[in-house]
C-alpha cells in the first residue's frame, strides 16, 4: 500500500507565494507520474501540473508561468511551487501519484491520493 503525506497549505495575499509537498512511501517499485489537482468550492476537481518519471511536465493554462512542479526521486517527492497566487487559486490542493507497487509476491498497479491540503488566497 502507497501513503501520500501532504504538506504547505495555508493562508496568503494575493501575489504571495506557498509551496506544497507530497512525499510518497510504502511498498513502491515504481512511479510513473505524480501531479497535483484542484477542487474549488461548488466546482469539479481540475488537474494543476503533473511530472512524468522523463521529467515532462503538463499545467493547467491557469497556472502557467505562476506554478512549477518538481520531484525528487530518490525521496518519492513532488512539489508545486506556487507564485503570484490569485483568489481564484483557493482551493484544497491533491497530490496524486500513480505506478507500480510491490508485495513479496506481486506487483501491481496503483493511484494513490494524498488527503488534501487547504490554499486560501485573500484579495
Known amino acids: 500500500q502507497v501513503q501520500l503525506v501532504e504538506s504547505g497549505g495555508g493562508l496568503v495575499q494575493a501575489g504571495g507565494s506557498l509551496r506544497l509537498s507530497c512525499a510518497a512511501s510504502g511498498s513502491i517499485f515504481s512511479i510513473n507520474a505524480m501531479g497535483w489537482y484542484r477542487q474549488a468550492p461548488g466546482k469539479q476537481l481540475e488537474l494543476v501540473a503533473a511530472?512524468?518519471?522523463?521529467?515532462?511536465?503538463n499545467y493547467a493554462d491557469s497556472v502557467k508561468g505562476r506554478f512549477t512542479i518538481s520531484r525528487d526521486s530518490a525521496k518519492n517527492t513532488v512539489y508545486l511551487q506556487m507564485n503570484s497566487l490569485k483568489p481564484e487559486d483557493t482551493a484544497v490542493y491533491y497530490c496524486?501519484?500513480?505506478?507500480?507497487?510491490?508485495?513479496?509476491?506481486?506487483?501491481?498497479?496503483?493511484?494513490?491520493w494524498g488527503q488534501g491540503t487547504q490554499v486560501t488566497v485573500s484579495s
Open positions: 511530472v512524468t518519471r522523463g521529467g515532462a511536465t
Open positions: 496524486n501519484v500513480v505506478g507500480v507497487q510491490t508485495t513479496a509476491t506481486i506487483r501491481q498497479n496503483f493511484s494513490s
